[in-house]
């Protein structure tokens, strides 16, 4: 990938300003540094009084039992060692993250640790959200990680607590039994969410954004990826992974069946997933496109084509061969084809856009607009709807493309709803947004409902996830970008992000 094609993500901000990854915003406005000193200043660990360690920072964990909730103990990484009977120093960080240091917990939250999977692949990112500045000794009890919020960067500092049932974690758990880096992630992420209980179900991409807030693509595999169409996949796939982007997908609930439930295949259904690599390798005088999945249990692998114990490893070079590494780790390789059909989803997010449509040699910008539905003053709903002209609108200016640009999909469009609360309490609300052309018939101000309708150039389908965004093609010239709810009269804050090729104004 060519070195001008930078994360793009921090060109919103000037240099060093809050809010900006050299300088996140403070998270329940709590300095790590200032909390720290304090504490070892004054010879007592750190207890965070803003999420402590008690049961409405568990919160309700869905599928634990009631009685086994009132039997959670919190505590710290030193105590648990020596309840478990290890007699040696307890580590922040051993040797370099790995996506094998850690399996999932009884925490229903496998998205969020197959994004930390493809997190590890990315050392720059990963720096970024877990600093590494930190260990055990100096030890205060407290520990800050980095997540990118809804446009902005934020510290979040939490103490060591951690959440055990019989002197074992119940979160993420690390597979030496002595390094904490991924529980104390988690903590700070459960922080965010506003318990643990709350990081229950989700897609990758949605901590993805939250790890670098770049953009994604979505692909729904088995209905849309027919052979015919795996060419637009695995090329999008190439770049993702050239581009040094966070893949995450999802298994489907076959036959009904609940979360979790391992299928004759070695698949877990309804399980999340992170994509760590791609390759090829001839067989036969053919050449076969494999995709390397991880499982966030750290065990538990598919047992088809091109598994771990296939007998096809032995019918490629001895070069092809090493790829395949036998050992009950939670990764594992598939065909390309295998993968389409069995897994439901596939998200991809980097900090560049580059990768959704392979220009890879182009410079990126953009700008974000805060905005609002206030129900009953700009909460008009659908297009369908004669309110719909009261929803904000936001005008932007497209030049006219550069160089080899011309003729290409130049704009790229995010929407995003910030949570009011709890994550699992937000709304749930259908959001879209829909694209207008100006002519030279529009008016200065906000426009009416007839000359909306008029002059739709594009609308991003209605959903209840977190975010959508599109990629699009226009002509340049001045266009209305209108945010909306599905119903009317809905109150919700949003982030509206624009990216252009060649450049954007916004009115």
Known sequence: MPEECTGIINLRYAEGSVGTSSNPDLY???NYEQLKQTSLRRGYLF?????PPDRNSLGEVPGMPQWQQQQVKWMRPVDIAKAMGFRGEVAFLMDGASRKDFGQGAIANCWFLAAIGSLTLHKGLLVQVVPSDQS??????????????????????????????????ISVN?????EYWVPLLEKAYAKLCGSYADMHAGNPAEAFKDFCGGVFKHFQLRNEHSQNHDEELWGCLSRATDCKSMIGCGTFAAGGQAANTVSRTGLVDWHAYAVTGVTEVTHRGSSVRLVRLLNPWGRQEWTGEWSDSSDLWNQVSSEDKKKCVKSEDGEFWMELEDFCHHFNYMSICCENPNFIDGDLSCQWKCMSYNGSWIAGRTSGGSIGNSTYVNNPQFRIKVKAPEGDNKG??????????????????????????????????????QLDYDYLRRNLL???PFTKDREVMQLIKVDPGEYVVVPCTMYANVSDEFLLTVYTKAGVKAQ
């Open 47 to 51: 207890v965070d009084t803003t999420f």
């Open 28 to 30: 329940n406005r709590q």
């Open 136 to 169: 055990f000794k100096e030890y205060a009890g407290i520990f800050h990680f980095r997540f990118w919020r809804f446009g902005r960067w934020v510290d979040v500092v939490i103490d060591d607590f951690l959440p055990t049932y019989q002197n074992r974690l």
């Open 174 to 178: 690390s597979k030496t039994g002595h």
């Open 408 to 445: 290409k999909n130049n704009l790229l469009l995010s929407l995003m709803r910030k949570p009011v609360g709890n994550r699992r309490q937000s709304s749930q609300e259908y959001i879209s947004y829909s694209v207008f052309k100006l002519t030279d018939q529009a008016n200065a101000g």
């Open 458 to 460: 594009s609308q991003s």
